[in-house]
């Protein structure tokens, strides 16, 4: 079964004197750079999070073996896991909704929180 939440995408690094840029080439706006190997790879992950955090449909990840790389440049996979991703980044946002006056009352009888409902059934609406 494939988890529509996990996404994998090519990132080119290339390096200077003092940081290590990082491309990912299909996502629009994928660039980012680290102060070394592992902080590129950790600031690609964060930026394909940024990137893909609103989104439902995600671009189609180039194969790593079709990359068209120049002198110096390196390229790796990224996976991130978008659901993990949103669940550390994401701030919540007051809304407000109107339920059935009876569909109230039972929720508070049984001591349903109406916004994790809500969140939950919104995501699985969603699939995300």
Known sequence: MVDKNMVVYPAIFSKDDDFIFVRIPDIDGGLTQGSDLIDAVKMAEDAIGILLEDKV?????????????????????????????????????????????????????????VSGV?????????GV
Do not use: C, F, M
Not at 62 to 77: H, M, V
Not at 118 to 126: D, H, I, Y
């Open 57 to 113: 449909e995600y671009p189609t990840p180039t194969n790593i073996d079709e990359l068209q790389l120049t002198k110096g440049e390196t390229a790796a996979l990224i996976p991130v896991d978008l659901a993990a991703y949103r669940r550390k980044h994401s701030k919540t946002v007051r809304k407000s909704v109107t339920i059935p006056d009876y569909l109230d009352r039972i929720a508070k009888e049984q001591k349903i929180n």
């Open 118 to 126: 809500l969140t939950e059934a919104l995501k699985l609406r969603l």
